[in-house]
């Protein structure tokens, strides 16, 4: 048996739509795998009686087929399906690593990015690798179709998650198709600065990078209460906030020491809206990790 904890990560940052991601320290998923004939799969852990058992509409079915490698897979879900903090692609990158080391498939992390992604074409119809390349790397990654790199950012983080749902497909379905140049040169300028952001650890660079108005505005549309709950983070010491992946969860980068109060103020502002919530205190972090075989 092969056992890995596979990281949430949180994709776009604003400025990176479908291109940046980070690995978040904290929550995780955990998949098991064990040689099998065929491919079954068994979920537990938080909002498993969302997810499908069956292997042609669960991620990880995807990843054992394009590994040729069948398994019973068990998933412990720490990361909530629908919560725009990669759950789906906690368990594709958990399933990809785990598997490639139980069949001993001597791929690197690096070549299982693409095929995690077939994962991810399962939930979303695309196979964007935005979430899948943090989960397996780690840090801030940037994600291509020619390559992906990353970078070891060490940057404080609130990930504020309410309780409501949005899927990713129907999240893809309301971005806009086309963009002014004058939207794209903004973009450009705030993806340079978070990217140089995270090269030189400094929180409130990378916030200033995550403003951008094309996708985010149309996507905040789907969550109640984001713009007062940006706002709030804001005028609570957040450097920047934008939507977390396809949301609902909202993301804000500060200072180490602002995180209690940014997260509270989250929480609040949520709460006024008649929103449940809850906020991770987390940081940029590593990737999946095989922790037993
Ligand atoms: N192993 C799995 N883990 C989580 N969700 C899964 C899994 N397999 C299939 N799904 C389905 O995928 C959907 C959740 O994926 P989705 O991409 O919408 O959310 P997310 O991964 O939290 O978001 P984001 O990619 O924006 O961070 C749900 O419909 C869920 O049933
Ligand atoms: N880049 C993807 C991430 C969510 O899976 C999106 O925003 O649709």
Redesign the pocket.
């Known amino acids: 048996m092969v056992t890995v904890r596979a990281p949430a990560?949180?994709?776009n940052l604003g400025s990176g739509f479908d291109v940046f991601g980070v690995a978040l320290d904290r929550p995780a998923?955990v998949v098991h795998v064990e040689r099998a004939d065929r491919t079954t799969i068994e979920?537990t852990g938080v909002?498993s009686q969302?997810?499908?058992t069956d292997p042609g509409?669960?991620?990880?079915g995807a990843v054992a087929e394009a590994l040729d490698a069948p398994a019973h897979i068990r998933?412990d879900?720490g990361?909530?399906?629908?919560?725009?903090?990669?759950?789906?692609?906690?368990?594709?990158a958990g399933a990809a690593l785990a598997l490639n080391e139980l069949y001993d498939r001597g791929l690197s992390r690096e070549e299982l990015v693409p095929i995690a992604a077939e994962?991810?074409a399962?939930?979303?119809g695309e196979a964007h690798a935005d979430?899948v390349a943090p989960a397996l790397l780690g840090g801030f990654t940037v994600a291509t179709p020619e390559r992906v790199t990353t970078i070891d950012a060490d940057i404080p983080l609130v990930a504020c998650l309410p309780e409501i749902a949005?899927?990713?497909?129907d999240?893809r379905r309301v971005v806009p198709e086309t963009a002014s140049m004058e939207e794209l040169v903004h973009t450009v300028g705030r993806a340079a600065t978070l990217s140089v952001g995270m090269c030189r650890r400094d929180p409130k660079l990378v916030g200033a990078g995550m403003d951008e108005r094309i996708v985010t505005p149309a996507r905040a549309k789907l969550i109640t209460g984001y713009d007062d709950v940006r706002s709030a983070a804001l005028a609570a010491g957040a450097d920047g906030v934008t939507v977390?992946?396809?949301?609902p969860?909202v993301l804000a980068v500060c200072g180490a020491h602002a995180r209690t109060r940014v997260a509270a103020a989250m929480i609040e502002a949520f709460d006024d809206a008649g929103v449940a919530a809850r906020a991770y205190k987390t940081r940029v972090g590593s990737g999946a990790e095989v922790f037993d075989f």
Not at 166 to 169: E, G, L, P, Q
Not at 244 to 247: C, E, N, V, Y
């Open positions: 990560t949180s994709a998923d979920v909002g969302y997810i499908p509409r669960n991620v990880v998933i879900k990361v909530r399906p629908s919560s725009g903090l990669g759950s789906s692609a906690a368990s594709s994962g991810e399962v939930v979303s979430n949005v899927s990713t497909r999240a977390s992946g396809a949301g969860a």
